[in-house]
């Protein structure tokens, strides 16, 4: 999905990939949903993710 992404807002949709700017000390990360409990976080920069790591929220 990631991949297959040409611009930021591809990857709003499906709108259950819940995409967000983050905050505080990532502000320079998105985070894309996997369930209630595990995200996807990354950079975007002209195009690509960079810095992809899957991050426990709770």
């Known amino acids: 999905m ?3 992404a040409h ?3 591809d ?5 259950e990939n819940r995409l967000e700017a983050l ?5 320079d990360y998105y985070s ?7 995200r996807l976080i990354f950079k975007w ?7 992809l790591e899957i ?4």
């Not at 990857?11 to 709108?15: A, F, T, V």
């Not at 991050?55 to 709770?58: A, E, G, K, R, S």
């Open 2 to 4: 990631i991949d297959n």
């Open 7 to 9: 611009q930021l807002n």
């Open 11 to 15: 990857l709003k949709i499906p709108p």
């Open 23 to 27: 905050k505080g000390k990532l502000k």
């Open 32 to 38: 894309i949903r996997i369930n209630d409990q595990w």
């Open 45 to 51: 920069l002209q195009g690509d993710a960079y810095e």
């Open 55 to 58: 991050v426990d929220y709770h």
